[in-house]
């Protein structure tokens, strides 16, 4: 294990209630961190990890492939309670009021009391629920493997609408204003109106897609299966650019922005910079491994880990690397961070904290 540290400056803090930290999927983390990153805490799930956690009020919600999901303490990590629902939980979740919501592969999604763990509501879609729920228009928004996307009541858990694609829905779907964006397998991008599902417009961009779009600066992004990051311009529903990387691998990873650079890393084994306005690449820093995880990004720093097992908080600047750790199993899951610190669960489902 090597651990390197920096003193770090970030805002106050606050909450991570879900995959991408926002309704927007910015992840950008508005907690602060530590002068110095050190592992503070590990609590090993029954098997591996590959949701993002979610971090609200001192509680950690996260779940594993054994279909395990639990709710510990940020401050030690010990287990408030734990369900077991024996079926793969790929599905990272969201917390509202005082319920976590997230999906399974048998297509349930689930609404838990974070008190206790005892179920709100259990709704049946036609097939796998990997992505993240979010949540908009009183809806919680969610997709399927059934070609469908959905609007259940976040109180009942009855449906509202849901929306035929013609493809898998593996991502999560974003909010802007009144309308959810999703970028599916089909190869499309739509705009569904939150309030009765009305497909408004949709934008064929001829690739699989499996990443979740973030929506910034007026525009909705995300990666491609044909190693290419797009940009849609929410006004004109028309493709603003199109960056393609020097090599032929897929962008499984979801961005991060903050307006002015995106952030994602890339199955080449890179993780990516690019001016948000031209998508032209600042930089581009190489990691040991694919970077299929999420990049969350802190103040001036880009946390980011990759399936080797490495976990860096890089410059946004420059990429260069400012801290350190390695010693996991190796991450498919993506860092989340609230109240001075920065937790993620890796592929042997050890859950690690650090501050």
């Not at 010693?327 to 920065?342: E, I, K, N, Q, T």
């Amino acid at each position: 294990m090597t651990v390197v540290s920096v003193t770090l400056a970030t805002p106050a803090a606050a909450d991570w209630d879900r995959f991408r930290a926002d309704a927007q999927q910015t992840g950008v983390a508005t907690g602060s961190l530590a002068a110095t990153l050190e592992p503070v805490w590990t609590h090993r799930m029954a098997e591996g990890v590959e949701t993002t956690a979610a971090i609200v009020d001192g509680r950690v919600f996260v779940g594993d492939l054994a279909g395990n999901f639990s709710s510990l303490s940020l401050a030690t990590g010990e287990p408030a309670w734990t369900v077991a629902l024996e079926e793969e939980i790929k599905s990272s979740p969201l917390v509202h009021g005082d319920t976590v919501y997230f999906g399974d592969e048998l297509g349930r999604v689930h609404g838990l009391a974070i008190a206790d763990g005892t179920t709100r509501f259990v709704f049946e879609a036609g097939g796998p629920v990997t992505g993240a729920p979010n949540l908009g228009g009183n809806c919680l928004l969610f997709g399927s493997y059934d070609n469908h996307v959905y609007c259940i009541d976040p109180t009942s858990g009855k449906e509202r609408w849901k929306v035929e694609t013609q493809g898998y829905v593996h991502g999560s779907p974003a909010v802007a204003g009144d309308v959810a964006l999703i970028s599916g397998c089909d190869g499309f991008v739509r705009w569904i109106a939150l309030d009765d599902g009305t497909e408004r417009a949709r934008l064929d961009i001829g690739s699989y897609v499996a990443a979740s779009p973030v929506i910034v600066a007026g525009h909705a992004i995300f990666g491609t299966f044909d190693n290419q990051v797009v940009a849609v311009d929410l006004e004109t529903r028309a493709e603003a650019w199109r960056y393609t990387s020097d090599r032929a691998f897929p962008f499984y990873s979801s961005p991060a922005s903050d307006g002015e650079t995106l952030f994602l890393g890339g199955r080449d084994k890179r993780l990516h910079a690019l001016d948000v306005a031209s998508g032209e690449a600042r930089w581009i820093e190489r990691f040991r491994a694919r970077v299929d995880a999420s990049p969350a990004l802190v103040g001036e720093h880009v946390a980011a880990a990759d399936e080797s097992g490495i976990l860096r908080l890089v410059s946004t600047g420059d990429g260069s690397t400012v801290w350190e750790f390695e010693g996991a199993d190796g991450f498919a899951a993506s860092p989340a961070v609230a109240d001075g610190r920065l937790v993620i669960g890796a592929v042997d489902g050890t859950v690690y904290a650090f501050a």
